[in-house]
């Protein structure tokens, strides 16, 4: 939405001219917009991590392992995705993230995330992925059926445990999605 609103913005910009009162209105509502969702995304960042601590705190966990995703940002994936890639705020999440644990007293530590979604739980052979559920190449394996993303995260906890990938690792039998609310302001009736 962001880069929509960007683009409408800056094309009505600049057919105005330099110092003209239609162009001032304009650069104030972009400038009102730009603060408008750095607040939105601020809130989303913050709902996050509490969430995340909550959750750390209920089960008393010591130490939290969260992947380190430095070189997905230099690759060129195409012009949408290398500026959705550059507006990516993971460096701020992470930070929150590592504050806030902090308070709590769990250690938050960063584990490379290579292989995590494309490495088999069962037969430990990597296999390039393409869509959302994981399927093993290899053809006397033929695992599949689960979310890379879960794939991954099992990954990164086995990465950071035994140093390596190991076999026959054990999955989560549940999968427990925590979404973050975006607070609206209410309205009188």
Not at 36 to 45: A, G, K, Q, S, T
Not at 154 to 175: C, E, M, N, W, Y
Request: some cysteine; charged content about 30%; overall charge positive.
């Amino acid at each position: 939405m962001r880069n929509k609103v960007l683009r409408q913005l800056q094309r009505a910009i600049s057919k105005t001219k330099e110092g003209s009162r239609k162009r001032r209105k304009l650069l104030a509502k972009k400038y009102r917009f730009l603060n408008w969702i750095e607040r939105r995304i601020e809130h989303i960042l913050h709902a996050i991590s509490a969430n995340a601590v909550r959750w750390c705190l209920g089960r008393s966990v010591k130490t939290a392992y969260t992947g380190n995703p430095e070189g997905v940002r230099e690759r060129d994936c195409g012009r949408k995705h290398n500026q959705r890639m550059g507006q990516w705020a993971f460096g701020k999440l992470r930070d929150l993230l590592a504050y806030k644990l902090k308070r709590h007293g769990i250690e938050l530590i960063p584990v490379d995330e290579r292989g995590t979604s494309g490495t088999c739980p069962v037969c430990g052979e990597y296999t390039r992925q393409t869509g959302r559920v994981y399927r093993c190449g290899n053809a006397s394996c033929g695992f599949t059926g689960i979310h890379r993303d879960v794939l991954g995260a099992s990954g990164i906890l086995d990465k950071a445990l035994h140093g390596s990938f190991t076999r026959g690792r054990r999955l989560p039998g549940k999968v427990e999605y925590l979404r973050p609310q975006v607070l609206a302001p209410k309205r009188a009736a």
